[in-house]
Each structure stands twice: as structure tokens, then as C-alpha cells.
């Protein structure tokens, strides 16, 4: 049985459907990620979770419990707010013990579970320090420790890491996991990082316009978009119109605009005729001077245009004979070496079929 089983939920805002027929079965333990842009539905579904806003239509289920009528404080789930919301006044240490003082827990419990929770988030030495006096990752980590210290089944986190810079939020990335494998609580993580989603989650729900698109483990997800929203939205991904031309089991062959005539891989069954889009990311795509294609290869003429040095890799912009411009990204510390290209140069790019993906517009 899932710890969280959301079946049918939807949310009006007038006309607005802000979240529409979502069902989701969410495991004990999980690290589940709901992962959409701005606008997409997803923090108003955790909210519906909490209990802060009230279904229109459907029910959500916490251990076989219908929770949908009940209200925040009565669900044993707490939420992390990207602002953490702590109180200024109260040191560290007050502010993690506050919903144990709220339930007139003894003193001596609540020193001692403080305790704990400041060790389980590496903050032993800061429990008499108040908020103003912490960095933004230390004052997310007292955030956590809050919503963890009356050991709700579940934690929901509301975008906790996009206030911080690059260099700590890819801290606490890790810090998360680790915690979350400690403690074992289920985590909702809402965010619209696309990285942050693949590193952190054991599945990831993405959203768009209130629904649900696809649900799958992180390398499935990248690997094996369902259509072109997720194909676009997860990673960066080449893509072109195309329509079926002749189907081969798992490869079809393609008319593909500015390209002609390739080969690509499937994932669901197609008909001859049918319009669609072909998904290429650039890691996927192979540079040379020179290149005699291989069995199951595509191979295309074109010349190098612009280029981007990241230091680990290259990110290239090829146009092709037919129009067309890709983009390849190439690692600068291949094995062996590897030829460099510069702007002008004439050049062969080749993928294999089963790299690119034949998916629904």
C-alpha cells in the first residue's frame, strides 16, 4: 500500500484549472519529485497535500486514510517553505522545539529531541544562535529539522534550494539525500529545476497546465520522454519535426524537416504518415572531420557555426546541408584525446538510430 495515494484531485481558481485530475501513488521512504514550470500546478498540488487548500473533486489518502476533509494540523505531514518562515525572535534551538512546546511536550523531552534533530542536521554548536545570525543553508537546515522533529510521515518541500546560490544549493542537494536516507521519511520536493529533480529524486511526476505528463524514474524520464513538452522541458534536446515514414519494430524511418530521410527509436507504436517530433540531445551526437557512417548510423554534412567552451565540455552549433542547425555537446577530456573544431569547420554528424526518439508532438 502507498504511503500517499492522491486519486483524481483537481482545483479551481474560478476558470482556472490550477491543478486537474491528478492520481498519484507516492511509496514510504520515496523521494519523490514534482517538477514543472512556473505556473504548472505543482505547489498548488502540494498544498492540496497539506491541507492548506481544499480539493474541488477527488480524494488523497495517507496510509488507507481518506485525509481529504481534514485540516493541516490534524495530517501528520509538515512542509518546508522556500522563505524556511522561521521565527526571528527565537533562537535555533526554540525554533525546532516550537510544535513540541505546541503539543505541551515536557521540557525535558523537547531538550532532548532538539538535541537530536540539530545532530541530524550537523548543527549541534548553533542552538543558541538566532535566525539572522545563519547563512541561508544553516537557516534550511533548522527549517527541516522543525518539520522533522515530531516525526511526521511525510515531508513536503516547497522549493527549499532556490533562494540559495549555485555553489550551496548544490551543497545541500547532497546534504538532502543523505538526510532523507537517514531519516526515512517520504519527501515531496517541488521544483522546477531540472537538475535538481535528477539528482535528488527516486521518481519525478512532471507537470504542465495542472496534469500530470509523465511519472518515472529520473534516467527514464531524460532517457524516454513520453512527448516533446518533456523531451524540451527536461535537459536541452534537439528538436524536429518529423513524419513516419516506414516502420521497422523499434526503429522507424523518418522524414525528418531540414534533414531528409533518418532513422530513429521507439518507444510506443506508430503508424505510417503519423506527425510527431524527433528528440536528439546533444551528448547523444558525434563530431568528425571525416566519417564513414556505420550500420545503424545517421550521418550528415554541415559546418560548424558557433561554438561554447563550459571547461569540462564543448557545446557546438552545427548547420547541416538541408538547414537544419544541432547542437552536439562534446566532453575536452576524452579518453585519448579527441579532435577540436573550430568555427567554419567542415564537418560529419553522426548519431546512432536508437539515440534518437520518435515522440508525440
Not at 160 to 181: H, S, T, Y
Not at 331 to 360: C, K, M, T, Y
Request: charged share 20%.
Amino acid at each position: 500500500m502507498p504511503v500517499l495515494d492522491i486519486r483524481n484531485a483537481s482545483r479551481w481558481f474560478g476558470d482556472l484549472s490550477a491543478v486537474h485530475d491528478v492520481s498519484l501513488q507516492i511509496e514510504a521512504g520515496e523521494f519523490f519529485t514534482l517538477l514543472g514550470p512556473s505556473g504548472c500546478g505543482k505547489t498548488t498540488l502540494l498544498r492540496l497535500i497539506a491541507g492548506f487548500e481544499p480539493l474541488d473533486q477527488g480524494q488523497i489518502f495517507l496510509g488507507g486514510r481518506d485525509m481529504s476533509s481534514f485540516p493541516p494540523e490534524a495530517r501528520p505531514i509538515h512542509t518546508v517553505f522556500q522563505s524556511y518562515a522561521l521565527f526571528p525572535h527565537m533562537s535555533v534551538a526554540e525554533n525546532i522545539g516550537f510544535p513540541l512546546r505546541m503539543r505541551s511536550v515536557s521540557r525535558a523531552e523537547i531538550q532532548a529531541r532538539v538535541r537530536e534533530a540539530l545532530d541530524d542536521v550537523q548543527l549541534p554548536q548553533m542552538a543558541g544562535r538566532y535566525p539572522d545570525e545563519l547563512s541561508g543553508g544553516q537557516r534550511q537546515r533548522v527549517a527541516i529539522a522543525r518539520a522533522l522533529i515530531d516525526q511526521p510521515e511525510i515531508l513536503l518541500l516547497d522549493e527549499p534550494l532556490a533562494a540559495l546560490d549555485l555553489k550551496l544549493r548544490e551543497q545541500m542537494r547532497m546534504e538532502l539525500i543523505k538526510l532523507q536516507q537517514e531519516v526515512g521519511i517520504t519527501f515531496v520536493y517541488v521544483t522546477h529545476d531540472q537538475s535538481e529533480a535528477l539528482a535528488l529524486s527516486h521518481r519525478i511526476a512532471v507537470m504542465n497546465e495542472g496534469k500530470v505528463i509523465q511519472v518515472d524514474v529520473p534516467d527514464r524520464i531524460y532517457e524516454f520522454p513520453i512527448n516533446r513538452f518533456v523531451a524540451d522541458f527536461i535537459g536541452t534536446c534537439n528538436l524536429i519535426d518529423a513524419v513516419v515514414a516506414a516502420v521497422d519494430g523499434p526503429i522507424v524511418q523518418l522524414l525528418a524537416d531540414g534533414l531528409g530521410t533518418v532513422r530513429a527509436h521507439i518507444e510506443q507504436a506508430v503508424q505510417p504518415g503519423q506527425a510527431g517530433v524527433l528528440a536528439l540531445r546533444p551528448e547523444k551526437l558525434r563530431i568528425d572531420h571525416d566519417h564513414a557512417p556505420a550500420p545503424g548510423e545517421n550521418c550528415f554534412a554541415g559546418v560548424i557555426r558557433h561554438q561554447l567552451y563550459l571547461g569540462d565540455v564543448t557545446r557546438y552549433m552545427v548547420q547541416l546541408e538541408g538547414g537544419v542547425t544541432l547542437e552536439a555537446l562534446l566532453p575536452n577530456a576524452a579518453a585519448g584525446g579527441g579532435s577540436s573544431f573550430e568555427i567554419g569547420d567542415q564537418v560529419q554528424l553522426a548519431w546512432h538510430d536508437r539515440a534518437g526518439r520518435f515522440l508525440n508532438a
